[in-house]
């Protein structure tokens, strides 16, 4: 992982020791590299040279502010899904024309503040969903810059992994009724018609789906502008799926410029062009440093039980999903097999099932590619306070979430009379 590396032995980020930074905030902590980040930036940024483009983070992945104004600062706009997104996204400083504004059930509340501060476009996901906005925009007087969300539908026998723009998903309008959807969005009072979007899964490895994806979108950009409404801008949704174990995506730089041949030999080259990624901005910047509290060796198991848990990092539990666990010392004792596992009551509170690893009680190991989808993800279950979290700059930490303590909990309750 770029910026986390072996230094004599021990996991460093950007030079740090992990570490020295464990024992110094504690864990578990989450721990993200700036350079990362800004490095995976800079390939999207390589893909869209010399054109009109512009990348909106997809905060969902990780919305602390901190990691937010690194995107903020660097002059990304943002992708959010709710109004609790969108006070974060204005809190880390981004501009809100640079905002877009997307998911199946925005409320009426939510629209109405994302008008009174001027987002940049709201991607609507359904016919209902244009009406509404009608409504609410008209109401304040304001007139809401709209991009409808296409389904694709690409064909699941060939993606099979493909799982937000198929058929049969909760999202967007579908593509046989996409342009009934934007003559109703032209003929509707404080709507107006920006763009069109798509967005067909998360952690896409390959090419060939985007390609189709792409081909799909480009024949209703045809056929809306056949029927008198521009588009002018083509959002083509979330990233690139990222290096789990051993996955091998394409490159952003190499998938853009597949598919700006294709987009510039059906003639659409002169568009505004935008990207909603959130995972392989962030992922494989940050790491999630664990403490072993116990090894228990079993019959038919061994167990290494660590003070990370589900709640700090679900997609094990979620999803059966994949993370390298990587202890911060390299040792040279012998190794066993273990299922390394979290202090929650819950059979289903593990982090990795299966690990050789050298290790002793009180050593630290590093859960990676945990920049993405964890702490955004994490819960207070078992009244587990959220963990800290520093941003490596330069080689210089700055805590940027303290750890949650009891306290913080329980401030917006209230105890019966
Ligand atoms: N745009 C839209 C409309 C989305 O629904 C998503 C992700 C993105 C952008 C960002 O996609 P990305 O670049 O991160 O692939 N919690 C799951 C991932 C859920 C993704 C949902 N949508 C996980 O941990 O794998």
New binding site residues.
């Given amino acids: 992982r770029p910026h986390f590396d072996m230094v004599g032995g021990e996991l460093c980020v950007e030079g740090l020791p992990l570490a020295t930074l464990a024992r110094q905030f504690g864990t578990p902590l989450f721990v993200y590299s700036k350079a990362a980040m800004l490095e995976s930036l800079a390939a999207y940024r390589r893909g869209f040279a010399g054109r009109n483009a512009s990348i909106c983070y997809?905060m969902?992945?990780n919305s602390s502010l901190g990691v937010l104004q690194v995107f903020a600062r660097a002059g990304c706009g943002f992708?959010i899904v709710s109004g609790g997104e969108l006070e974060r996204a204005l809190a880390a400083g981004a501009a809100p024309g640079d905002i877009i504004f997307?998911g199946v059930g925005k409320t009426r509340a939510e629209m109405a503040r994302a008008l009174q501060v001027g987002i940049g476009c709201f991607n609507v996901e359904s016919e209902a969903e244009l009406e509404v906005l009608s409504e609410v925009a008209t109401a304040a007087g304001k007139s809401a810059q709209v991009s409808i969300r296409v389904n694709p539908n690409v064909d699941p026998k060939t993606h099979p992994y493909i799982s937000?723009g198929l058929k049969g998903n909760k999202f967007g309008v579908a593509h046989e009724r996409a342009l009934h959807a934007y003559q109703r969005a032209a003929a509707l009072p404080g709507l107006k018609v920006v763009g069109i979007d798509c967005?067909i899964g998360?952690?896409i490895t390959t090419q060939a789906p985007y390609l189709d994806a792409m081909d799909r979108i480009l024949d209703l950009v045809e056929s809306v502008e056949a029927a008198g409404i521009p588009l002018p801008h083509i959002d083509f949704?979330?990233?690139l799926g990222i290096d789990y174990n051993g996955d091998e995506p394409p490159k952003a730089d190499a998938l853009w410029s597949a598919l700006f041949a294709k987009i510039d030999s059906r003639g659409f080259g002169d568009r505004k062009f935008m990207i909603?990624?959130?995972?392989?901005l962030v992922g494989n910047a940050g790491v999630c440093v664990t403490e072993v509290l116990y090894l228990k060796p079993g019959e038919q198991k061994n167990f290494c039980i660590v003070d990370a848990a589900m709640n700090d990092l679900p997609?094990p539990a979620m999803?059966q999903?994949f993370h390298a666990i990587v202890p911060l010392r390299q040792g040279n004792g012998p190794s066993s097999v273990y299922d390394v596992v979290g202090p929650v009551c819950e059979s289903g509170d593990w982090i990795g099932h299966g690990r050789a690893l050298a290790v002793d009680q009180g050593d630290l190991l590093a859960v990676m590619s945990a920049g993405?989808?964890c702490m955004s993800?994490a819960s207070n279950y078992n009244t587990r306070g959220r963990a800290a979290e520093v941003l490596v700059d330069a080689g210089k930490a700055h805590l940027i979430r303290e750890r949650e303590s009891p306290a913080d909990q329980m401030r917006s309750e209230r105890l019966l009379p």
């Fill in positions: 997809a969902k992945a992708d997307s937000t967005h998360s952690q949704g979330g990233g909603e990624p959130g995972r392989s997609r999803y999903a993405a989808y993800m």
